[in-house]
């Protein structure tokens, strides 16, 4: 809302303005909007690294097991089921493609399968749901 309201006033502040300033403002002004978009899709990308974290932790703390390593496999596991996909492929192609950038080693063991789900927008989707689904079923 806020962006929209500030276009509007520099709209009615350009009327006196040539029309080529007026572009130019106007081109600055859209440069901003989508720098502060850029950010917010940084930030709601932290947030779903966080949410994804705190959902799991509660279903597996209302679970019986309480056993967070298998509960995380098994989410890998449907993952992988519904994408159709291998993980730890595309894991150690990641740490391969780290290694050729020139990541440091420890860089390169850091990366973990929630990067590589993190990093490819089908799987980041399809991840969420199964973790709603786990939210349901062990907290509901």
Same mark, same amino acid.
């Given at each position: 809302? &806020?962006?929209?309201?500030? /276009?509007?006033?520099?709209?009615? +502040? =350009? ?22 978009? =850029? ?16 959902? !799991?932790? &509660?279903?597996?703390? +209302?679970?019986? *097991?309480?056993?967070?390593? *298998?509960?995380?496999?098994? *989410? ?7 994408? /159709? ?13 780290? $290694?050729?950038?020139? +990541? ?7 990366? $973990? ?20 689904? !786990? %939210?349901?079923?062990? *907290? %509901?």
């Amino acid at each position: 809302m &806020k962006v929209e309201e500030a /276009h509007k006033e520099t709209q009615l +502040a =350009l009327g006196g303005l040539s029309p080529q300033l007026q572009v130019l403002i106007g081109m600055e002004v859209k440069q901003k909007e989508l720098e502060q978009r =850029l950010q917010g899709t940084e930030e709601r990308d932290d947030d779903w690294r966080q949410w994804i974290n705190d959902t !799991f932790n &509660k279903a597996v703390k +209302a679970s019986k *097991t309480n056993d967070y390593r *298998t509960l995380r496999l098994e *989410t890998y596991e449907i993952l992988e089921e519904r994408a /159709h996909c291998n993980l730890r492929v595309r894991l150690s192609n990641l740490k391969q493609r780290l $290694s050729e950038s020139g +990541a440091t080693k420890t860089k390169q063991n850091a990366a $973990s399968l929630l990067d590589v789900i993190e990093g490819d927008v089908k799987l980041k989707e399809i991840y969420s749901a199964i973790i709603k689904e !786990f %939210a349901v079923r062990y *907290t %509901a």
